[in-house]
């Protein structure tokens, strides 16, 4: 199958940067999509941006001109590069990649990563 794996979350200050990270691994034919969603406690998880192979970019109105979502197709790997961060938007981050896999590239998979947590102090 497929493992979505996370990091760069962490404490920042309120107007501070980080860079999350999702690395893919199995047996991946291709990456159709990534998305970061976020939940924060007690709510559900919203999206935060979405990205296809073929560069089409989504983002939420509420996180439009300080984040940028990428990806990097030959390390199989997407990021999400967060600045001007606000106490808003602490929740944890979660990965989602649509992949299909070289067993089956009938059908699009959804995979999610663990979460990393991302906390903005005032």
């Known amino acids: 199958q497929v493992q979505l794996v996370e990091s760069g979350g962490g404490l920042v200050q309120a107007g501070g940067s980080l860079r999350l990270s999702c690395a893919a691994s199995?047996?991946?034919?291709?990456?159709?999509?990534m998305g970061w969603y976020r939940q924060a406690p007690g709510k559900q998880r919203d999206l935060v941006a979405t990205?296809?192979?073929?560069?089409?970019?989504n983002y939420a109105d509420s996180v439009k001109g300080r984040f940028t979502i990428s990806r990097d197709d030959a390390k199989n790997t997407g990021y999400l590069q967060m600045n001007s961060l606000k106490p808003e938007d602490t929740a944890v981050y979660y990965c989602?990649?649509?992949?299909?896999?070289?067993?089956?590239?009938?059908?699009?998979?959804?995979?999610w990563g663990q979460g990393t947590q991302v906390t903005v102090s005032t």
């Open positions: 989602n990649a649509g992949v299909r896999l070289v067993r089956d590239q009938s059908v699009l998979y959804s995979f």
């Open positions: 990205i296809t192979s073929g560069g089409s970019i």
């Open positions: 199995g047996s991946i034919f291709s990456i159709i999509a």
